[in-house]
């Protein structure tokens, strides 16, 4: 069993950054791919970033977010991050982590989920 709590959501004018925090509880943290994905109002939640269980190996979205976010963990912590950088008005939606047996960009391949954060991006 893994519990997900993200933070580090709010709001930020266009071109500014924000740095997203995960934490999970529970001693397997390490053995899990991470993921980040985000859902706007009236969208499906689509998939932003993944990270394998020892960080060397990591996924983004194309063209969407690749070059500005990046993904990262700290095991020790028991924490995966989502810096972001050049946001734009159409990142706002929100943000949630999720553990899967590997690290992948499909949603059903996630078992346990965050209760998400909320970033908005003013133009």
């Known amino acids: 069993q893994v519990h997900l709590v993200e933070s580090g959501g709010g709001l930020v004018q266009a071109g500014g950054s924000l740095r997203l925090s995960c934490a999970a509880s529970g001693r397997t943290f390490s053995s899990y791919g991470m993921g980040w994905f985000r859902q706007a109002p009236g969208k499906e939640r689509e998939f932003v970033a993944a990270?394998?269980?020892?960080?060397?190996?990591?996924?983004y979205a194309d063209d969407s977010v690749k070059g500005r976010f990046t993904i990262s963990r700290d095991n020790a912590k028991n924490t995966v991050y989502l810096q972001m950088n050049s946001l734009k008005p159409e990142d706002t939606a929100v943000y949630f982590c999720a553990a899967a047996p590997a690290m992948d960009r499909v949603v059903a391949s996630y078992i346990y989920w965050g209760q998400g954060t909320q970033v908005t991006v003013s133009s």
């Open positions: 990270i394998n269980w020892s960080g060397t190996n990591r996924y």
